[in-house]
């Protein structure tokens, strides 16, 4: 308790306080601005925080990730452009309820719906954590390879336009992500002798190229086909009626998200995905996904954000960080002598509790941040939409140029832009392309390091507890779509037997 | 003769016009590209190089990552700078390895070498459940069967496979008969060495520090003559087995080949300060990098010895071109 009053004293100091809200607001412009990432935010805080206090030094990178990350949602329900993979799960749905003149209630959703889901992810941190990470650490190669299977096959059953074509938009994504360097010798495949192409193709300039070009290709000549914002004084008007109805959605995303955070490298791109299925899967309306739908907005949200908070878990307590975001974080932690670890917990527990409060004012700081970004945005639509759309392509070529400071990264935006142009003119989903970018080399690397382990023994994939139970979920989910397709096959059939 | 003064003329005023232009050196910002991601150590120590540099010559050192391709692009980026020394960057363990492989014509020949800061050597690692208590067990383990113990630590060719064949090879045995669990680095391989996947992590004492505190790994032996000031009781291996061991993971500050000598000078005298300071030094203790200098032609010889080491380590791997 001592350790808890302390930290309040560490954190609730004007130095404390103010560089957070800095932090916040800097995460938000980054967050918001299509392209630029939270690892870049995180990254250029860093040289900062060498003249810092240890606790507003984590406080400055855990503020601006947390608020760049869910900030990313804000162009994706306005412009249709993600900001991270994880939000590219809600997109349409989030970017559905602009287009009913309804901005403010999809910026409203996401903000709180994230603040619950961070608010809920600290107190799993708080109660949790050591058990959690040990849980975490059980995890093998075998294991994360059933997972992002796993995940894979959620972007497939949720896919708009049927099964099959979302295999296929699997698939693609799939083959993109073979693009590169393979992970096993470091063999150039489908680069053609292209030097940036042996890099691979990053998911940032594909994701903006597949939702944000394409929607300009779509709707360029007749402009942004939204309807007139509503007039409201609270753009937060209904959020809380809608979080209400939705709020078993809620409690089961954050509480899912906690979960499947604390696995490194992994939670915080796939939890939404696979709650976004869950909530479809367990709707009463499944139909209305995908076309400005709250319900699965409210549930991946709040995974979303209880899957960042748990994902500093393994990070903290074992030094494991999941993503390039905690890497950093980590990388800060030692230069200010607070090193990850067990006794992180137990010889300075104030210092502890002092991140975690930061990440409560963190989350909170959402709330009024995001009012502040949906009061704002109504403005977004009053401009003629030649002029925005002109806007959004700049913002599209400059996102696409910043990931790496090339000009590879604009020609992967056009070239996917325009075939994911293609594709939606003929139904095919996009997300599942670009969770196929994301996760694939997982799949792939998870694979090849299993085969190994197991040396090429494909039951090995069922050789451990964890394993063999994730194995067996997501064989019974493509035995049931594998059934009910020859089912509709033979229907088909029986139809058109009588007639011929 | 008119001309022969001409001539000389222009040439004492092109070169004292060239020394002008130098001594101001640098005049405006200079890029420093990173071949890594953010978050990285390379990325780390990099911006901490540039942010004292900064202090230094007094002009903006703006940190630019460029990756992929194992570090190829970045790399390649660097050598295909102007050589003007605005554009210099971090050059990385990698380049000792891309020519014995084969995967890019890239050789620390193809730069201007500014000065090296940083090299950690890695070490070994088990669970703390396993049977080897010593790297003696874990050395009779794998003489009597190589393919038995799977190891892990980087992917094919990365410095700790490459240590580990060394070691392999050390041991007296072929080094391709080791058996390496490829994975992209020290935190996947600690974790598949956490859930009981592998026996042993070959990865750097930051990565691991954590784990072992937390009582779930041990470290056996660190891959070099000396022992780990922050982790003394862990033996090094030249003095546990006898094996002369060379590979190690290094970092330095370079440019494009072609660099005005003078401005080389001017970022290597700027670099040997930074790192002989006390406050780099504070900075790479806290995150537990090891602390090196060699600077213009030490750093060329360190890269020579390393390119042999690591191209006899390549080749006993079967990785060789």
């Not at chain 1, 992180?344 to 989350?363: D, E, M, R």
């Not at chain 2, 050390?170 to 058996?179: A, F, I, P």
Request: proline share 6%.
């Amino acid at each position: 308790m001592d350790a808890l009053v302390l930290a309040f004293g560490l954190v609730f100091t004007p130095d404390t306080l103010i560089v957070i809200v800095l932090a916040s607001a800097f995460g938000l412009f980054v967050g918001a601005m299509p392209g630029l990432t939270a690892t870049m935010a995180a990254a250029l805080l860093v040289p900062f925080t060498f003249y810092m206090d240890p606790v507003p030094a984590i406080a400055a990178i855990i503020s601006c990730t947390a608020m760049a990350i869910t900030a990313g949602d804000i162009p994706g329900a306005l412009l249709r452009i993600p900001g991270t993979p994880a939000s590219a799960a809600y997109v349409e749905d989030a970017n559905g309820l602009t287009r009913k003149g309804k901005a403010g209630l999809a910026i409203g959703i996401s903000i709180c719906a994230a603040a619950f889901g961070g608010l809920f992810g600290f107190a799993v941190l708080m109660l949790a954590a050591p058990m959690l990470a040990r849980f975490a650490l059980n995890f093998s190669s075998f294991e994360y390879f059933w997972l992002s299977v796993l995940g894979l096959s959620c972007a497939v059953i949720v896919s708009r336009g049927g099964i099959a074509k979302g295999m296929l938009s699997l698939l693609l994504g799939l083959f993109i992500a073979q693009i590169g360097l393979d992970p096993l010798i470091g063999q150039p495949r489908f680069t053609f002798g292209i030097g940036e192409l042996a890099g691979g193709i990053s998911f940032i300039p594909a994701m903006i190229g597949m939702f944000a070009l394409a929607e300009i290709l779509r709707n360029g000549g007749r402009g942004l086909q939204t309807a007139p914002q509503a007039e409201l004084t609270n753009p937060f008007a209904g959020v809380g009626a809608t979080l209400g109805r939705y709020r078993l959605n809620l409690l089961r995303g954050a509480a899912a998200g906690s979960v499947i955070g604390a696995l490194p490298g992994i939670g915080g791109d796939l939890g939404a995905w696979i709650t976004y299925s869950l909530a479809k899967r367990s709707s009463k309306t499944p139909e209305k996904f995908g076309t400005g739908h709250p319900e699965g907005l409210v549930e991946a949200g709040a995974t979303n954000n209880a899957a960042l908070s748990s994902s500093w878990i393994p990070a903290m307590v074992f030094g494991i960080p999941g993503d390039a975001v905690t890497a950093i974080a980590v990388g800060v932690l030692f230069m200010k002598g607070m090193e990850p670890g067990p006794q992180l917990l137990t010889v300075n527990p104030h210092n502890f509790y002092a991140v975690l409060l930061v990440f409560v004012l963190a989350n909170l700081l959402l709330i009024p941040f995001g009012y502040a970004a949906a009061k704002a945005a109504r403005y977004i639509f009053k401009v003629p939409p030649a002029y925005l759309n002109a806007a959004i392509l700049l913002f599209c070529v400059v996102g696409a140029y910043a990931i790496n400071n090339t000009m590879f990264g604009v020609l992967v935006m056009i070239v996917l832009g325009v075939l994911a142009y293609i594709l939606q003119s003929r139904d095919f989903a996009i997300a599942p392309i670009i969770l196929g970018i994301v996760l694939g080399p997982l799949v792939e690397q998870s694979f090849i390091t299993s085969m190994t382990i197991a040396r090429g023994d494909v039951l090995g994939f069922f050789g451990r507890p964890i394993a063999a139970a994730l194995g067996a979920i997501t064989s019974l989910i493509w035995l049931a779509m594998i059934t009910r397709a020859i089912g509709g096959f033979q229907r088909v059939r029986q139809r058109q037997t009588p007639g011929a | 003769m008119k001309r022969f003064v001409t001539a000389t003329m222009a040439a004492i005023s092109l070169f004292a016009a060239g020394n002008l232009a130098f001594a101001g050196y640098p005049e405006r910002p200079v890029t420093v590209i990173v071949p890594w991601s953010a978050g990285g150590g390379t990325d780390a120590t990099g911006r901490i190089i540039a942010t004292m540099l900064e202090d230094k010559l007094g002009q903006p050192f703006n940190v630019v990552n460029r990756t992929g391709g194992g570090g190829i692009v970045g790399h390649t980026a660097i050598r295909d700078a102007d050589p003007d020394g605005y554009t210099i960057g971090i050059i990385t363990t990698e380049l000792s390895m891309y020519g014995a492989v084969g995967s890019a014509e890239l050789a620390y020949t193809d730069y201007s070498l500014v000065g090296l800061y940083n090299a950690d050597p890695s070490a070994i690692f088990v669970k703390a459940d396993s049977d080897h208590r010593t790297i003696g067990d874990l050395a009779a383990a794998v003489k009597a069967d190589p393919q038995a113990t799977q190891a892990s630590g980087a992917n094919f060719g990365g410095v700790n496979h490459l240590s580990w064949v060394s070691m392999v090879q050390g041991l007296g045995l072929d080094g391709s008969q080791s058996n390496w669990v490829p994975t992209e680095g020290g935190a996947p391989a600690l974790q598949l060495l956490a859930s009981g996947a592998i026996d042993v992590a070959v990865v750097q004492f930051p990565e691991a520090q954590a784990l072992m505190e937390a009582g779930e790994i041990r470290a056996l032996a660190t891959l070099g003559s000396e022992p780990n000031p922050k982790h003394p009781d862990v033996p090094p291996i030249t003095e546990a087995l006898g094996i002369d061991f060379a590979i190690a993971g290094w970092r330095g500050v370079g440019g494009p080949a072609g660099m005005p000598d003078e401005v080389v000078a001017t970022l290597a005298e700027a670099l040997d300060g930074i790192v002989a300071s006390q406050a780099f030094r504070d900075q790479m203790e806290k995150l537990n990098y090891g602390v090196v200098w060699a600077g213009g032609s030490d750093f060329a010889d360190y890269l020579e010895n390393r390119g042999r080491a690591f191209g006899a380590a390549i080749s006993a791997a079967g990785l060789g071109q």
